[in-house]
């Protein structure tokens, strides 16, 4: 019987690849598309014709990152009871991200900081904060507490800060481990002010 090859990732998957390796490692801005095409050993006019040009690559490259963290998060809340439970899960997902060795940052955030930032690549940035705020204010509204709004908000902050602060001369996890210490702290407070 003869040996099945395996299939070989279509053009898309390819770019999609090496973008995805290229920009998280070197950075949106500073990584230009001959490097992508190279990498991927795809031709120019593949990538344009797939995606149109740098910025739709770029946003591709983020909603596949954002899809990726929300299948980790969901991963991290299964099992979780209770929404305190799931909250808190949320800055253990992180705290297992920032460990990873080749973790070089929130690719939200890197990407926000680049400029310029072409249209699709800001659409895709709004998409993760809207995701974000959105899974904040759900999980903040399952509590039951009061003010589930202020409670999302201080989450989001606890959430922004684990990833902005990780690997300051520490170990990686600190920053989410103590995120999580205070989000229990939060909830904590928004329950003991909430009426009844």
Same mark, same amino acid.
């Not at 795809?42 to 990538?47: D, P, T």
């Not at 904040?136 to 507490?145: E, I, R, Y």
């Given at each position: 019987?003869?040996?099945?090859?395996?299939?070989?990732?279509?053009?898309?998957?390819?770019?999609?690849?090496?973008? $995805?390796?290229?920009?998280?490692? $070197?950075?949106?801005?500073?990584?230009?598309?001959?490097?992508?095409?190279?990498?991927?050993?795809?031709?120019?006019?593949?990538?344009?014709?797939?995606?149109?040009?740098?910025?739709?690559?770029?946003?591709?490259?983020?909603?596949?990152?954002?899809?990726?963290?929300?299948?980790?998060?969901?991963?991290?809340?299964?099992?979780?009871?209770?929404?305190?439970?799931?909250?808190?899960?949320?800055?253990?997902?992180?705290?297992?991200?920032?460990?990873?060795?080749?973790?070089?940052?929130?690719?939200?955030?890197?990407?926000?900081?680049?400029?310029?930032?072409?249209?699709?690549? #800001?659409?895709?940035?709004?998409?993760?904060?809207?995701?974000?705020? #959105?899974?904040? %204010? #759900?999980?903040?509204? $399952?509590?039951?507490?009061?003010?589930?709004?202020?409670?999302?908000?201080? %989450?989001?902050?606890?959430?922004?800060?684990? %990833?902005?602060?990780?690997?300051?001369?520490?170990?990686?996890?600190?920053?989410?481990?103590?995120?999580?210490?205070?989000?229990?702290?939060?909830?904590?407070?928004?329950?003991?002010?909430?009426?009844?």
């Amino acid at each position: 019987m003869p040996e099945q090859t395996a299939k070989r990732p279509s053009p898309r998957e390819r770019l999609l690849a090496a973008c $995805d390796e290229l920009f998280y490692r $070197d950075g949106v801005h500073s990584t230009g598309i001959d490097a992508v095409i190279e990498k991927a050993g795809v031709a120019k006019g593949s990538l344009y014709y797939i995606f149109g040009g740098k910025d739709e690559l770029v946003a591709a490259y983020l909603r596949g990152r954002l899809e990726r963290w929300r299948q980790l998060v969901e991963a991290a809340q299964t099992g979780a009871d209770g929404p305190d439970a799931k909250i808190l899960a949320v800055f253990d997902a992180i705290a297992d991200y920032v460990s990873l060795p080749d973790y070089r940052g929130c690719p939200f955030h890197n990407a926000a900081a680049e400029a310029p930032a072409g249209e699709a690549q #800001q659409m895709a940035i709004k998409e993760y904060r809207a995701w974000l705020r #959105q899974s904040f %204010l #759900q999980l903040a509204a $399952d509590t039951g507490v009061s003010d589930s709004g202020a409670l999302a908000d201080a %989450l989001i902050v606890l959430y922004d800060g684990a %990833l902005a602060t990780t690997g300051r001369g520490e170990p990686a996890r600190n920053a989410a481990v103590t995120a999580k210490r205070i989000a229990r702290l939060t909830l904590a407070a928004a329950r003991a002010s909430s009426p009844g």
